[in-house]
């Protein structure tokens, strides 16, 4: 203790710096802020969840009402639509692919865009971005930039995916067909248009009828071998007057992928009612054949065909053995793997389909028709959807149909009941039939008996029944009145093409293989 009565050992206090705010006036300014951030994070919370509702809360709430009731509406909307796609599937379908429904939807899409960006942007200025503190302003401008971005984008790609849809519909589904079904089915004749180099015309390098059950979806598959010759056609059809004992030739030009390319190139033929006189005399050619009324076709490019798969991000098939691609004439540029479950892009896929080196005709048809089962068991509609741009983009270029508008959402219906079901397979191949010399009679008793039986698993009480033939097809005499040569009707000595599994029966998915 000094003489003055100070403790000696008390520190001196450094001095305040006068520019700093006294401790408690920084927390109440901290407390400010961090209200402010609140409030203005919460006007973007509310516009993203309930747009509207930031401008009831804090400003204009005529407009905020208005955003309100459509942003309830839209949700009642959306649940009557999920609701009636439950309960009334077809219909639901209906709407998204009739043209003008397509239209308003993508109007409506791109406004909502343009009005929900707006609404974020008005939920900035609430927050009044000035008064927050300097350190959070830039954050919060980018935020809401992001979620002006995500909306706005979401709903102008929704709006563009629209687009694509109506584009389709409008481009690919030209309608022509016969829109009533056959018998109870609908009979859809798929080709594999072939146009290669060094081709006289376009050729159908595949050729196979999807008998399809109007009510239950349950398909049957059948195959036409495209080298089948003294193919017969119905009384009613031009080229039934040209070829009364079936499309023959003594020099065995005259195939069933001949005809479309003979019809093509033969004005004249038919009436210039007819849009395609090579399709449709196909389609008669493979009446002739099958014994069945054909509503439509569908061809698809087998060129583009490599785009549509690329599309939905390709498709998983078993490869029992190495498949060639290219080999024969032409160069070998290496093989489609063996492998189980193996995942094929375009290229891939298209060749394991169509490879002829060290197969037969018969062993491409087998799986033609297992990539065919594969997409239909394993493309779902969230692969559509993510892909639709590029699905819509190949499917302008490679796919042709004369489906109407009106009876897509019936196809897509059947299609989707199909998933579900196993899919039969019946094939025009040796032994049972020899393309040389076709027993029409026997190919047409064959399509019944599989239909039949088919038919039966969905009503097992019903007796099976053949199918219904077409008033104007032509009897199984049209077959045997054709006389072609011996090396066509020759039967090989050895079962070289002896039926593969996946060429006649009950569940084509069960047995696909290369082979």
Same mark, same amino acid.
């Given at each position: 203790?000094?003489?003055?009565?100070?403790?000696?050992?008390?520190?001196? !206090?450094?001095?305040?710096?006068?520019?700093?705010?006294?401790?408690?006036?920084?927390?109440?300014?901290?407390?400010?802020?961090?209200?402010?951030?609140?409030?203005?994070?919460?006007?973007?919370?509310?516009?993203?969840?309930?747009?509207?509702?930031?401008?009831?809360?804090?400003?204009?709430?005529?407009?905020?009402?208005? %955003?309100?009731?459509?942003?309830?509406?839209? =949700?009642?909307?959306?649940?009557?639509?999920? &609701?009636?796609?439950?309960? =009334?599937?077809?219909?639901?379908?209906?709407?998204?692919?009739?043209?003008?429904?397509?239209?308003?939807?993508?109007?409506?899409?791109?406004?909502?865009?343009?009005?929900?960006?707006?609404?974020?942007?008005?939920?900035?200025?609430?927050?009044?971005?000035?008064?927050?503190?300097?350190?959070?302003?830039?954050?919060?401008?980018?935020? %809401?930039?992001?979620?002006?971005?995500?909306?706005?984008?979401?709903?102008?790609?929704?709006?563009?995916?629209?687009?694509?849809?109506?584009?389709?519909?409008?481009?690919?589904?030209?309608?022509?067909?016969?829109?009533?079904?056959?018998?109870?089915?609908?009979?859809?004749?798929?080709?594999?248009?072939?146009?290669?180099?060094?081709?006289?015309?376009?050729?159908?390098?595949?050729?196979?009828?999807?008998?399809?059950?109007?009510?239950?979806?349950?398909?049957?598959?059948?195959?036409?071998?495209?080298?089948?010759?003294?193919?017969?056609?119905?009384?009613?059809?031009?080229?039934?007057? /040209?070829?009364?004992?079936?499309?023959?030739?003594?020099?065995?030009?005259?195939?069933?992928?001949?005809?479309?390319?003979?019809?093509?190139?033969? @004005?004249?033929?038919?009436?210039?009612?007819? *849009?395609?006189?090579? $399709? !449709?005399?196909?389609?008669?050619?493979?009446?002739?054949?099958?014994?069945? *009324? &054909?509503?439509?076709?569908?061809?698809?490019?087998? *060129?583009?065909?490599?785009?549509?798969?690329?599309?939905?991000?390709?498709?998983?098939?078993?490869?029992?053995?190495?498949?060639?691609?290219?080999?024969?004439?032409?160069?070998?540029?290496?093989?489609?793997?063996?492998? *189980?479950?193996?995942?094929?892009?375009?290229?891939?896929?298209? =060749?394991?389909?169509?490879?002829?080196?060290?197969?037969?005709?018969?062993?491409?048809?087998?799986?033609?028709?297992?990539?065919?089962?594969?997409?239909?068991?394993?493309?779902?509609? $969230?692969?559509?959807?993510?892909?639709?741009?590029?699905?819509?983009?190949?499917?302008?270029?490679?796919?042709?149909?004369?489906?109407?508008?009106?009876?897509?959402?019936?196809?897509?219906?059947?299609?989707?009941?199909?998933?579900? /079901? @196993?899919?039969?397979?019946?094939?025009?191949?040796?032994?049972?039939?020899?393309?040389?010399?076709?027993?029409?009679?026997?190919?047409?008793?064959?399509?019944?008996?599989? &239909?039949?039986?088919?038919?039966?698993?969905?009503?097992?009480?019903?007796? @099976?029944?053949?199918?219904?033939?077409?008033?104007?097809?032509?009897?199984?005499?049209?077959?045997?009145?054709?006389?072609?040569?011996?090396?066509?009707?020759?039967?090989? /000595?050895? /079962?070289? %093409?002896?039926?593969? %599994?996946?060429?006649?029966?009950?569940?084509?998915?069960?047995?696909?293989?290369?082979?």
């Amino acid at each position: 203790m000094s003489d003055t009565g100070e403790d000696e050992t008390q520190q001196p !206090q450094a001095p305040r710096d006068s520019h700093l705010p006294p401790p408690s006036l920084r927390t109440s300014q901290q407390r400010s802020e961090r209200v402010k951030l609140r409030r203005a994070l919460g006007f973007l919370g509310m516009t993203l969840i309930a747009p509207g509702s930031a401008q009831l809360a804090a400003g204009n709430r005529t407009l905020g009402r208005v %955003a309100l009731r459509i942003w309830v509406g839209l =949700w009642a909307v959306l649940l009557l639509l999920g &609701i009636g796609a439950l309960v =009334w599937r077809s219909a639901v379908i209906g709407l998204f692919t009739n043209s003008t429904v397509l239209l308003l939807l993508q109007v409506l899409l791109v406004l909502l865009g343009i009005g929900w960006g707006l609404l974020f942007v008005d939920a900035w200025r609430l927050a009044r971005p000035p008064e927050l503190a300097r350190r959070h302003r830039l954050g919060f401008a980018a935020l %809401a930039g992001v979620l002006v971005f995500v909306v706005v984008g979401g709903l102008v790609s929704s709006a563009s995916i629209v687009a694509s849809q109506r584009s389709l519909m409008s481009t690919v589904f030209a309608g022509g067909g016969e829109t009533k079904a056959q018998a109870g089915r609908y009979n859809i004749l798929l080709l594999g248009g072939d146009a290669g180099k060094g081709r006289t015309g376009l050729r159908p390098d595949s050729l196979t009828v999807a008998s399809v059950d109007a009510e239950t979806g349950r398909t049957v598959l059948i195959g036409l071998p495209r080298n089948m010759e003294d193919v017969p056609f119905p009384e009613s059809s031009p080229m039934h007057k /040209k070829f009364p004992k079936g499309f023959g030739c003594e020099d065995h030009s005259c195939m069933l992928n001949a005809v479309y390319t003979y019809a093509s190139t033969h @004005p004249g033929l038919y009436p210039k009612s007819v *849009k395609d006189p090579g $399709v !449709q005399a196909t389609k008669e050619a493979v009446e002739g054949a099958t014994g069945l *009324k &054909i509503n439509y076709y569908a061809m698809v490019d087998l *060129k583009g065909f490599e785009a549509l798969i690329d599309a939905v991000g390709g498709v998983r098939i078993d490869v029992n053995r190495d498949i060639p691609i290219g080999g024969g004439e032409a160069k070998l540029y290496g093989y489609v793997k063996k492998g *189980k479950n193996q995942l094929l892009n375009g290229r891939s896929a298209l =060749w394991f389909a169509r490879s002829r080196s060290d197969s037969s005709d018969y062993d491409r048809m087998a799986r033609q028709k297992c990539v065919m089962t594969a997409m239909l068991k394993q493309l779902d509609p $969230v692969t559509v959807l993510t892909n639709f741009n590029q699905i819509a983009a190949a499917g302008k270029q490679v796919v042709e149909t004369d489906i109407p508008p009106s009876k897509v959402d019936t196809m897509v219906t059947l299609a989707l009941q199909a998933k579900t /079901k @196993p899919i039969a397979s019946v094939s025009f191949v040796p032994p049972a039939i020899y393309p040389g010399s076709p027993d029409i009679a026997k190919m047409h008793s064959m399509v019944a008996k599989k &239909i039949a039986k088919a038919e039966a698993k969905d009503n097992p009480t019903a007796a @099976p029944t053949p199918a219904e033939q077409p008033t104007d097809a032509p009897s199984s005499s049209s077959s045997s009145s054709s006389s072609p040569s011996p090396s066509a009707s020759k039967k090989p /000595k050895k /079962k070289t %093409a002896t039926l593969k %599994a996946g060429q006649q029966t009950e569940d084509l998915a069960s047995v696909c293989s290369a082979s």
